[in-house]
């Protein structure tokens, strides 16, 4: 009974482990504090295909893309908030995990909030009026 809980636990384990590393080595830089840079800077940044996942962790094609663009851009000497800048000029706030606080994103910043308020409100109004 052990050995087969030691399986299950095992298969599980492997089942929920997160996937192999999207990056592969043709794409790191040969430089190490370059390297971590980008990777630093692709973990903020999201995968326009996948949504909730940074390009650091996405295998899609134009995450690839993306990792290399941003590797390019440090190659040519950009500053990270010039790299992020760069990217972020090209395909929006979007590609940000954590989108800057301005008026154009206000949305994605406090709708969340908004919603819970008037699920709440809805709820102690349908509770009260139960009594």
Request: net charge neutral.
């Amino acid at each position: 009974m052990t050995r087969l809980a030691a399986v299950a636990g095992l298969l599980l384990a492997l089942a929920s482990a997160p996937a192999l590393a999207a990056l592969d080595a043709s794409e790191m830089l040969a430089d190490p504090a370059l390297e971590a840079r980008a990777r630093a800077l692709a973990k903020g940044l999201r995968c326009v295909v996948c949504q909730n996942q940074s390009i650091d962790d996405s295998a899609a094609d134009l995450a690839r893309d993306l990792r290399q663009s941003l590797r390019e851009r440090l190659l040519a000497g950009d500053s990270d908030e010039e790299a992020l800048a760069y990217l972020t000029h090209r395909y929006g706030d979007y590609v940000l995990l954590e989108p800057p606080l301005k008026p154009a994103t206000w949305i994605l910043w406090f709708a969340p909030a908004g919603f819970a308020a008037v699920a709440l409100l809805l709820a102690v109004r349908y509770f009260r009026r139960r009594e």
